[in-house]
């Protein structure tokens, strides 16, 4: 099969730092090659040598800081990107604009996807070109259905992956190490809920219990932080213990090994509209960890409170209370950690490139069949 995947104007191939669409796509269309497919990437130019000279590479734009300029150079690159893509069977499309420009060169495709990795702002009625929608959450899939019914006929939900020969245990179960900590990964943003997080750990050092915490992420603005003030605040909450803050860490083998050193992975989040997967959680869940989340639907695909972790409501004005009680039960229950470790490990293990690369050949195969 032929398929073209179109990435959008920010974000290069191969991808480094940041995209998380860049990522999704360089590592599924890279399986598909592996099983024989005829994979194109249509993606921004980097600025030095790629090993993707065998793609089409146009020239890309940096971040401008304004919605209305991106929403521009979108529009752009989406018009050079269909125009000089060769022809395929499949199109995935990433960018805006490119599911409406898309039919100004339907003679270059049969059919054509687009990859909703976000939270739709009821554009997706406009998108009537696409054979198929696909959700990365169920909680993105019901959003879309509930903006744009007509569109529910061509949604599906298919899960990000997540790297299965990184992010895994060889032993099946993790055990609470002598000195148990918790981990964060990610953006150290107000949005993360890491505030709550600090709280609940500072309450359990005030009642005796001992417990790291290790917070892995950018903090800086201009990284997708909130900046040093938001890192003093946090500071500011500590009583008994000091936080280890690690640098972001970009390379996938360098940060399972980062994490690997805790024992609970604790993703806080208060963003309801913001998180449409939760890729660090099951990537911490693989390697065995024990999650603990905030109620947001996105989790719900992957975890079950009390049977693979466990679950806390952050809209609660005791939230910080709530989390410090899911903290307090795992360290006190050896037995019942080491289950959920064991179903954690056995979950994520579902979530495979090679399995989610699957998943959507069978939708490629099916709206192609339709014809």
Known sequence: MKVNIITGPFGCLPPYA???????????????RNKGHQVIFIS??????SSMDDNLLLHGYERTGSWVKDFVLDFVFSIKA????PKCDMLVLNSIWSPILCLLFKWKYRRALYNVARFPKKQMGAYFAMSSLACVSTAVYNALIEQSPSMKSRACVIPNPIDTHIFCNEHMVKTLSDSPEVVYSGRVHKEKGLDILVKAVTRLHEV????GLRIIGATKIEDGGSGEDYVDYLESLVRGYKITWVEPIFSPSLLAKEIRK???FCYPSIAGLGETFGVAPLEAMGLGLVPIVSNLDCFKDFIVDNENGLVFDHTDVRCDELLANCLMRLLSDEKMYSEMSAKAIKKSAGFSVSRVSDMYMSIFKKVLGGE
């Open 44 to 49: 921004k130019k980097p600025l030095k040598e």
């Open 82 to 85: 269909l125009s000089k893509m």
């Open 208 to 211: 005796g219990i001992s417990v």
């Open 262 to 264: 805790g024992d609970i």
């Open 18 to 32: 940041i995209g998380a669409v860049e990522k999704l796509w360089y590592s599924i269309g890279t399986d598909m």
